[in-house]
């Protein structure tokens, strides 16, 4: 299994650009996770989705932020237009609904720095 | 929602120093509580769980015990290495049967040799 896999790794873009992170969460899990992490304020649930639809989205900061899942296979947290605090590391985690918080599998995280 | 209180860091210590990394938690009854490691450049890592009062969790060498007359899960290891150097995270569902997780504000472990 390749595990959760987030693209790009390292993201420089300059404010007021559109950015797009991507995850593609293991499959057969069907709970997925965006968390956003800075040394200020640790790590943040920004939303999560169960079989592809989102349940809560409480911890997108402001409407810049989007997140999708199109499918099972494949979600995007878009950022629109980028700010400078936006810059943080931002992982995807997947789960398979039902077994608690058991099967949380991290992806490996995209640093996002917007100059 | 359910909390986590997690000791301060930065730690450093010797290789073969004991650790212990302090984590208490606020919840309503008695949730899975769970130690996570994150790497250098990496995303976190489960490395152990209990799933109720009195369990120890175990893996690596290090061990926590769900004890919830003090509502803690203190992370410890007898012997620390310098691979173990990492950024540990105490964690527990958001609340009830909540998927997603809570976490610490993790601590920063230093393991010279």
């Known amino acids: 299994d390749a595990g959760v896999i987030q693209s790009p790794r390292h993201e420089v873009t300059e404010m007021g650009q559109e950015v797009t992170l991507r995850c593609k969460p293991i499959s057969g899990h069907n709970s997925l996770f965006w968390y956003r992490q800075t040394m200020m304020r640790g790590l943040e649930l920004l939303i999560y989705f169960n079989n592809n639809v989102p349940i809560d989205d409480s911890g997108m900061p402001e409407d810049r932020f989007s997140a999708k899942m199109p499918n099972a296979s494949f979600s995007t947290l878009k950022i629109q237009p980028s700010e400078p605090r936006d810059s943080a590391v931002y992982f995807c985690a997947s789960s398979l609904a039902g077994q608690g918080a058991d099967g949380y599998t991290f992806g490996s995280g995209t640093r996002l720095t917007v100059v | 929602g359910n909390s986590v209180t997690q000791m301060e860091g930065p730690v450093t210590l010797s290789e073969e120093a004991f650790l212990t990394i302090n984590c208490t938690y606020t919840a309503t009854g008695y949730p899975s509580l769970f130690w996570y490691v994150q790497y250098p450049g990496e995303g976190l890592q489960l490395l152990l769980k209990?799933?109720?009062?009195?369990d120890k969790g175990s893996n690596k060498g290090f061990e926590a015990t769900y004890r919830k007359e003090t509502t803690s899960f203190h992370l410890e290891k007898g012997s620390v290495q310098v691979s173990d150097s990492a950024v540990y995270f105490c964690a527990l569902p958001f609340s009830g049967s909540a998927r997603q997780l809570t976490f610490g504000s993790g601590t920063q472990l230093t393991v010279l040799p």
């Open positions: 209990a799933t109720k009062a009195d």
